[in-house]
């Protein structure tokens, strides 16, 4: 039961995504969202806007602050889960170690 409704599931968001593909707009046309104005303004304004000679590093630093602080705050936390289950699997194998040998 549970199962089939994974299948279910997967296999609906499955057509919904195929059915997506159609409305996407074709490859390098101009008038698709990444070439907008906000990527020509960061360009174009970067510099005079931040002081800064790296337009690159103005863009992560300033205009994408909290989108970067947000990804690292989920490497953070991710590194933590698996630091934290690691170590939890060995303390449970020595507190074992030390009941059977009471």
């Given at each position: ?92 194998s020595i507190m074992k170690r030390e009941d059977s040998n009471e």
């Amino acid at each position: 039961m549970k199962k089939s409704f994974v299948v279910f599931v997967l296999g609906g968001l499955l057509m919904v995504l195929l059915s997506s593909i159609p409305e996407m707009p074709p490859m390098g046309n101009v008038n698709n969202p990444s070439f907008n104005q906000v990527s020509e303004y960061y360009i174009s304004q970067a510099i005079a806007d931040t002081n800064t000679p790296n337009v690159i590093a103005s863009i992560i630093t300033d205009y994408r602050a909290f989108d970067t602080l947000g990804e690292t705050t989920v490497l953070f936390t991710s590194i933590t889960a698996v630091i934290s289950v690691l170590s939890g699997k060995k303390m449970t194998s020595i507190m074992k170690r030390e009941d059977s040998n009471e």
